[in-house]
């Protein structure tokens, strides 16, 4: 079992910017499969962007052109670069594996607001 443990989110206002981190402590390999996801009351936790053991990155629409995720390996761990946050960026922001999900940490709240 992994620990997944969010960190940097915070408060901000429209159009400012937040940088996300995940490590996954204790686990063996680097290069899994990993994404940022994000819920909100009501809705469905979706996923936002993806990084795959082989390099490919994937993006929801919603945040396209404006999140980039990244990873440092041999860390364990991966990076959501936000720009021009928007409100209804609003939520609680995890990290988990594509392919062989973890019990969910305790994710790191981005609230953007004016």
């Known amino acids: 079992q992994v620990e997944l443990v969010e960190s940097g989110g915070g408060d901000v206002q429209p159009g400012g910017s937040l940088t996300l981190s995940c490590e996954a402590r204790?686990?063996?390999?680097?290069?899994?499969?990993m994404g940022w996801f994000r819920h909100v009351p009501g809705k469905q936790r979706e996923l936002v962007a993806s990084?795959?053991?082989?390099?490919?990155?994937q993006y929801d629409d919603s945040v396209k052109g404006r999140f980039t995720i990244s990873r440092d390996s041999a860390k364990r761990m991966i990076y959501l670069q936000m720009n021009s946050l928007k409100p209804e960026d609003t939520a609680v922001y995890y990290c988990n594996y594509i392919f062989s999900e973890q019990p969910w940490g305790q994710g790191t709240q981005v609230t953007v607001s004016s």
């Open positions: 204790g686990a063996i390999s680097g290069e899994a499969s």
């Open positions: 990084i795959m053991t082989y390099g490919t990155i």
